[in-house]
């Protein structure tokens, strides 16, 4: 069946550091990809997506590019802030499929 | 808009003990989904309702049931709770045509 595997936390960062994520996925066809947010206390919301291979998303200066032939969807943003801190899901959704399948999550900790 | 909301947000049960979570969502979504979310093993979908009138099972649906009440509503029931099921527990919804799934808040539930 589909999977989707994540970097176990927490990553723990100093405020302006780097900070890459890594997911990878076991999936038949061509599923659409995703990033979720999870704040502390909060239910999730969508941070980007993409559907195709190649593609990038990008919001609020995170990043994730769709790599077919690695099977992976890293995410990544240039200077983290404390305000970044939460637990991060990767997930796909196969085309004509309504339901999503998640990764287990990555805490993020971020440090003045 | 509300988007999606959870009742009630917290709740201690005996085991043994019935409840129903409620959802609601006031975007005119088709589909909603339960799930939920233990230390270490990401979100699980427990049911969920492509549309008005049909449910189905998803990864985790023993223990449980679901109403699709009408098109806002979708109702999650424990008929006699156990400890296993201490969790918290989202829900969620997406409009026809689209992959991106908004979720509630949540209800954080203990089964003692």
């Known amino acids: 069946g589909d999977s989707v595997t994540q970097m176990e936390g927490p990553v723990t960062l100093s405020e302006e550091a780097f900070l890459t994520i890594n997911c990878t996925y076991t999936a038949t066809g061509y599923p659409s990809l995703f990033w979720y947010v999870q704040y502390p206390g909060e239910g999730l919301q969508l941070l980007l997506k993409?559907?195709?291979?190649?593609d990038k998303g990008s919001n609020k200066g995170f990043e994730a590019t769709y790599r077919k032939e690695t099977t992976s969807f890293h995410l990544e943003k240039g200077s983290v802030q404390v305000s970044d801190s939460a637990v991060y899901f990767c997930a796909l959704t196969k085309s004509g499929y309504s339901t999503l399948t998640f990764g287990k999550g990555t805490m993020l900790l971020v440090s003045p | 808009n509300a988007g999606v909301t959870q009742t009630p947000k917290f709740q201690v049960l005996k085991t043994g003990q019935s409840m129903t979570l409620q959802c609601a969502q006031d975007?005119?979504?088709?589909?909603m989904y339960w799930y939920r979310q233990d230390p270490g093993m990401g979100l699980r979908l427990i049911y969920y309702s492509a549309s008005e009138g049909t449910t189905d099972k998803g990864e985790v649906p023993n223990g449980y049931n679901v109403s699709r009440l009408n098109k806002r509503e979708f109702s999650l029931r424990l008929e006699s709770a156990a400890p296993s099921q201490t969790s918290v527990y989202f829900c969620a919804s997406t409009g026809l045509g689209t992959d991106t799934q908004y979720f509630g808040p949540g209800t954080r539930l203990t089964v003692l």
């Open positions: 993409a559907t195709k291979a190649d």
């Open positions: 975007m005119n979504h088709n589909s």
